[in-house]
């Protein structure tokens, strides 16, 4: 019998994923309340939220670990409930931290994903050639780093070559080469036309890697949109450094409105969108300010994030969190 | 299912504890082996004066040919089976309670149940390699009984003078076997069942371990206390199905009433594993 894949294909028009009213309640907790949401196929979405916000639950619903307690999931058209035979040929993912069968090697590992999913044994050197890991896939799990072990994660979402690709913080406690590793992996997969649904706690990665992000908070999601608009939304930063910071907040604010204020002597920060910022600058230089430098902030997600998920009953928490992203990036 | 099969296999043949499993019953059966040598040995040098009687003498030299009818074929692959038979309990909650407890314990449900849809066939693969690995213990068993049989076989006579060859009888050699093949592996599918079962309620290897243990310990004893449950028990019946196998006049409840209460006993546990598997959240450790 031969299979009629053009029938079985999803199409390319479908949202990669759709929630509807999606809800988990463990006893009296909610821990993702009616939550809606639509992924376009193809966007590398920064799936965002404090912890305990409820972005693990959302993974493990999406890929039937936990079962929904209402609402409707789909991915690629198919409900999350009833179809996950259709739906898990078409998806791979990391849940949490990477887990393998310690006394097998990383190949042996790969070996079990890959007989459970009815994927070639071809295969296994194809991924492993991706994330680089070929040289220590013969060695025993247990011998591995954490980056290892992620990018092994990473090797193991792709056995399928999947549609949509669901990587939950894949930068967890990873050195700093090992989160750039993992970003460029990131973007590469996006190039490659996989949806990534992409958790993390780190915004600048978020930032450089997504180009649609949704922020949830305590289990409701709170925005969701494409990164450029998001920040566009709640304006750009920038740090000028001039010979006097007082002069220079007081022709920016004269020009531009109260957006500017200085951080010291010779540092003011300034909240603007992206294409006023040549303005500034002739502003400054029409008023024979001397201008030493000009900064982008690159973490304008980092404080977007705060805004929408700091406590909104208690403005002092919201406040005190902002002027300490302030603080770090001043000294950044 | 086959991919499953394939991948429970690999994982299994490379973890250690299968392997343990496995050689428990090959050194238990060594050690009787030797054990027999240093029974003959015991009885060799008993003085031949007035401090012992000849009846003495004769009954050890008895004993000495009794070991020594032991230790030739068909009786020591028997013998092998009788080990594994003796440990079959405990093994089998063993290795089942590592099979399914281990994906708890290292976290790795995740992994796999998002490479598969039917969660059912995850329990029943493991079931079906667990088995095909005990059937092997089994057979190792057998096998390790006729190779350390060859140690007490050739050293015995020069032990102890005057020992004989055993005249062949092999008439009663299937019924033997049958009794002890066919109830030791009813009995480790019944407890498998019932290991993953209660594994699966305790998310834990040590839990389902020391749970389905101190079940099945109450369980055969229970017979005692409470006589109206006697012939209920799964020793019981399994015991009357190795009367029957080995026709040997002495089962107590009829062969089928024994087979449709041990086929419930492995329905339930295993009806239960099913249930509780496929409606849990595997919502991490």
Redesign the interface.
């Known amino acids: 019998m031969t299979t009629n894949l053009t029938e079985q294909a999803p199409s390319t028009q479908v949202p990669a994923i759709e929630l509807r009213g999606l809800t988990k309640t463990y006893g009296q907790y909610n821990a993702v309340n009616n939550l809606n949401l639509v992924v376009p196929q193809g966007a590398v979405l920064g799936f965002l939220g404090p912890n305990g916000a409820g972005k693990t639950t959302l993974i493990r619903m999406l890929l039937g670990l936990v079962h929904p307690t209402k609402g409707e999931g789909r991915i690629l058209g198919y409900d999350i409930q009833t179809q996950k035979d259709k739906i898990l040929p078409l998806i791979g993912a990391v849940v949490e931290t990477p887990t393998f069968y310690s006394y097998l090697s990383g190949y042996d590992n790969l070996k079990v994903i890959a007989y459970t999913g009815g994927i070639a044994e071809s295969r296994i050197q194809e991924v492993l050639d991706i994330v680089q890991m070929t040289p220590r896939a013969k060695e025993k799990m247990r011998t591995y780093s954490l980056g290892m072990r992620q990018r092994l994660g990473i090797a193991s979402c792709l056995l399928s070559n999947p549609r949509i690709i669901f990587l939950d913080e894949p930068s967890n406690g990873l050195d700093p080469q090992g989160t750039i590793d993992v970003r460029n992996m990131v973007m590469r997969l996006g190039q490659m036309g996989h949806t990534v649904f992409l958790t993390s706690h780190l915004l600048h990665e978020i930032e450089q890697t997504c180009n649609y992000v949704a922020i949830i908070k305590r289990g409701t999601m709170v925005v969701e949109g494409y990164v450029k608009d998001l920040l566009e939304r709640s304006g750009h930063q920038i740090m000028i450094e001039t010979q006097r910071s007082d002069l220079t907040a007081h022709a920016v604010n004269q020009v531009f409105g109260q957006i500017a204020r200085p951080l010291d002597p010779y540092r003011t920060e300034v909240t603007i969108p992206r294409e006023q910022i040549p303005n500034v600058v002739k502003t400054l230089v029409d008023r024979e300010i001397a201008l030493y430098s000009v900064m982008s902030r690159t973490s304008s997600l980092e404080q977007y994030f705060i805004e929408v998920t700091a406590d909104s009953a208690n403005p002092f928490d919201k406040q005190a969190q902002l002027a300490q992203v302030s603080a770090l990036q001043a000294v950044g | 299912m086959l991919?499953?099969i394939?991948?429970e296999w690999?994982?299994l043949r490379?973890?250690?504890t299968a392997w343990i499993v496995l050689l428990i019953p090959v050194a238990l059966v060594l050690i009787v082996q030797l054990g027999s040598i240093l029974v003959v040995l015991l009885t060799k040098n008993l003085p031949n004066d007035s401090s012992s009687t000849p009846q003495q003498r004769a009954q050890l030299a008895n004993t000495a040919q009794e070991v020594y009818n032991g230790t030739f074929l068909p009786d020591t692959f028997l013998l092998g089976l009788g080990v594994v038979g003796f440990v079959k309990g405990l093994l089998t909650i063993i290795l089942m309670a590592t099979m399914v407890g281990?994906e708890y314990s290292?976290?790795?449900?995740?992994?796999?149940?998002?490479?598969?849809?039917?969660r059912h066939n995850f329990l029943l693969t493991k079931l079906l390699v667990g088995m095909f690995w005990l059937f092997v213990t089994l057979l190792a068993g057998g096998v390790a009984g006729v190779i350390f049989g060859f140690i007490p076989n050739l050293t015995l006579p020069l032990i102890k003078a005057g020992l004989k060859a055993p005249l062949q009888n092999n008439e009663d050699f299937l019924a033997k076997l049958n009794g002890a093949v066919v109830p030791t592996l009813i009995q480790m599918l019944i407890f498998a069942a019932i290991t993953i079962a209660l594994t699966i309620i305790t998310r834990s290897t040590v839990g389902g371990l020391a749970i389905t243990l101190v079940y099945t310990t109450l369980e055969g004893n229970i017979g005692i206390f409470v006589r109206e449950l006697r012939d209920f028990t799964i020793s019981a019946n399994l015991t009357a199905l190795t009367d029957h196998l080995e026709d040997n006049g002495r089962a107590t409840i009829p062969l089928a009433q024994s087979l449709v209460a041990l086929l419930i006993y492995m329905a339930i546990a295993l009806g239960i594993s099913i249930f509780l598997f496929r409606?849990a959240?595997?919502?991490?450790v």
């Open positions: 991919g499953l394939q991948a690999l994982k490379k973890q250690s281990g290292q976290n790795t449900w995740k992994n796999i149940l998002i490479r598969y849809p039917y409606r959240d595997m919502a991490g």
